[in-house]
Every structure is written in structure tokens, then in C-alpha cells.
């Protein structure tokens, strides 16, 4: 049973960036293809970024260019690099695990996180 746990949310304000990491227990992230998704109040869950094993990353139109996901096997952690950050990106931030490698865009999920709350000011 894997267990993530994200932190490094915050309130910041516009312009500003912040690092979230998922931390893994119970088994190798190198195993899984990594998502992280958000969902801001009053609006439907929405997915982010995505990495693969082999590092093939995606992203959404809104942070793309903004966002960088990254994953570090050895830490058993991935993250998610935010800059230039916006009102728009205030959201709990979570992070899931897909043991379905052949899929990189996908809501699928066989773990999730608690998650972690992000705030934008203006």
C-alpha cells in the first residue's frame, strides 16, 4: 500500500513561486506514473502535470511554461516547481500515483494524497 503525503503549500503572492513535493511510503514511485492535480473552490478537479517512468511529462494549457513536474526515484519524492504564480492557482494541490505506465494523461489513480493548500494573493 503506497501512501503519498504532499507538502510545501503556502500563501504567496502573485509573480511567486513555491515547490510542492509528494513524499511516497510503502513502495517505489519508480513504479508508477505521477499526476498532480488540483481543485479550487467551487470547481471540478482538475489535473495538472503528469510524469512517467521514463520522464515524459504533460501538462495543462493554464501552467504550462509556469509548472515543472520532476521526480526524484532515489527520494522516493516528485514535485511540482510553480512560478509565476496566479490568483487562478489557488487550489488544493494533490498528488496521485497510476500503476498504469502506458497512460501519461489520465484521471486514473491507484493512490492519492491528503493534499496540500495553495494560496494567490493579488
Known amino acids: 500500500q503506497v501512501q503519498l503525503v504532499e507538502s510545501g503549500g503556502a500563501l504567496v503572492q502573485a509573480g511567486g513561486s513555491l515547490r510542492l513535493s509528494c513524499a511516497a511510503s510503502?513502495?517505489?514511485?519508480?513504479?508508477?506514473?505521477m499526476r498532480w492535480f488540483r481543485r479550487a473552490p467551487g470547481k471540478e478537479r482538475a489535473l495538472v502535470a503528469a510524469?512517467?517512468?521514463?520522464?515524459?511529462?504533460r501538462y495543462a494549457e493554464s501552467v504550462k511554461g509556469r509548472f515543472t513536474i520532476s521526480r526524484d526515484n532515489a527520494r522516493n519524492t516528485v514535485y511540482l516547481q510553480m512560478n509565476s504564480l496566479k490568483p487562478e492557482d489557488t487550489a488544493v494541490y494533490y498528488c496521485?500515483?497510476?500503476?498504469?505506465?502506458?497512460?501519461?494523461?489520465?484521471?486514473?489513480?491507484?493512490?492519492w494524497g491528503q493534499g496540500t493548500q495553495v494560496t494567490v494573493s493579488s
Open positions: 496521485a500515483a497510476d500503476s498504469n505506465r502506458q497512460r501519461l494523461w489520465s484521471d486514473d489513480y491507484d493512490y
Open positions: 510524469i512517467d517512468w521514463i520522464r515524459s511529462t
Open positions: 510503502g513502495g517505489p514511485l519508480s513504479l508508477y506514473t
